[in-house]
């Protein structure tokens, strides 16, 4: 079974930086696909970003360039390095599985394992 535990978030000014860490366990395939999720109040869930074992990357447009996301191979921890952040990337963001590989399109339906979430908040 897997289980995926987000920790990081927190309360930062517009500008500031945040690394998110999901720390995965249960997985036991070498192949996978994984990705970083966000939800504000009153909006839909939305991708941010993915990446497959081969390193292959994925980002929303709204994040490009500010946001990298990475993984340790060995402990399958999956981050998500935000620069540069402002106020509408404040969400709570989740980390994701998608159980087949390679990565598909980045979006909620694609993947079928959730950790809780951890809140960040970006103020001006």
């Known amino acids: 079974q897997v289980q995926l535990r987000e920790s990081g978030g927190g309360s930062v000014q517009a500008g500031g930086s945040l690394r998110l860490t999901c720390a995965a366990s249960?997985?036991?395939?070498?192949?996978?696909?994984m990705g970083w999720f966000r939800q504000a109040p009153g909006k839909e869930r939305e991708g941010v970003a993915q990446?497959?074992?081969?390193?292959?990357?994925g980002y929303a447009a709204s994040v490009k360039g500010r946001f990298t996301i990475s993984v340790d191979n060995a402990k399958k921890n999956l981050f998500l390095q935000m620069n540069s952040l402002k106020v509408e990337d404040t969400a709570m963001y989740y980390c994701?599985?998608?159980?087949?590989?390679?990565?598909?399109?980045?979006?909620?339906?694609?993947?079928?394992?959730w950790g809780q979430g951890t809140q960040v908040t970006v103020s001006s």
């Open positions: 994701a599985v998608r159980r087949t590989w390679p990565c598909y399109t980045l979006t909620p339906t694609s993947f079928q394992d």
């Open positions: 990446i497959d074992s081969d390193g292959i990357r």
């Open positions: 249960g997985y036991g395939y070498s192949n996978y696909c």
